[in-house]
């Protein structure tokens, strides 16, 4: 398996557009998370999913973010519009239920300037 | 609110020393508590898991434990070698939930 796979590795973009992070899950894992990495906050969990169903979305920070993950094998998450306050390393990552052995992707930078 | 803290921020030690990482969490009602690596511009990699019921546990060089009434667990590493040189998180559940609660890492260098 080619691990847990996010798209674009980096994102430079200007405020007030449309951002969309993408993640592919292990196959056969059935929680899919999205953390948020910055310098002063750290690592930040924004929403996790169980069998494609959002169960925790306490962290998405405002209106502005929304995710989804319409089938098993595939995630978006979404900033409209974008802000300078955006810009930080998104993460995604899976794992089975209960196993807690939990498989990060490389990451998206973004940039919002 | 449980946090999760991690000290120091940075070390840094001769290759060949052995050194322990610090977490301290305040809340003892965990689940279980993991230890990640996460090396410049790459994701984060699982070292250690151990359960609420555990004490320890341990691979190759190695060993992480947990004293929940203290609300603490250590990182050990030993004989370092350059190539441990990384951030090093830990991160815990509570109650059941996935949602893992970070700390901000300790960025280790381990000189040649």
């Known amino acids: 398996d080619a691990g847990v796979i996010q798209s674009p590795r980096h994102e430079v973009t200007e405020m007030g557009q449309e951002v969309t992070l993408r993640c592919k899950p292990i196959s056969g894992h059935n929680s899919l998370f999205w953390y948020r990495q910055t310098m002063m906050r750290g690592l930040e969990l924004l929403i996790y999913?169980?069998?494609?169903?959002?169960?925790?979305d306490s962290g998405m920070p405002e209106d502005r973010f929304s995710a989804k993950m319409p089938n098993a094998s595939f995630s978006t998450l979404k900033i409209q519009p974008s802000e300078p306050r955006d810009s930080a390393v998104y993460f995604c990552?899976?794992?089975?239920?209960?196993?807690?052995?939990?498989?990060f992707g490389s990451g998206t930078r973004l940039t919002v300037v | 609110k449980q946090e999760v803290t991690q000290i120091p921020a940075a070390l840094s030690v001769p290759e060949g020393e052995n050194l322990v990482l610090n977490c301290s969490f305040t809340?003892?009602?965990?689940?279980?508590l993991q230890w990640f690596r996460q090396d410049p511009g790459k994701g984060l990699t699982s070292l250690l898991l151990?359960?609420?019921?555990?004490r320890e546990q341990t691979s190759g060089r190695l060993n992480a434990s947990l004293d929940k009434s203290s609300g603490r667990s250590t990182l050990y590493i030993a004989a370092s070698q350059p190539g441990d040189s990384a951030t090093y998180l830990c991160a815990l559940t509570q109650g059941g939930s996935e949602k893992l609660v970070f700390g901000k890492g300790t960025k280790l260098t381990v000189n040649p």
């Open positions: 999913f169980n069998n494609n169903v959002p169960i925790d």
């Open positions: 151990i359960q609420s019921s555990q």
């Open positions: 990552a899976s794992s089975l239920v209960g196993n807690y052995g939990y498989t």
């Open positions: 809340d003892s009602a965990i689940y279980n």
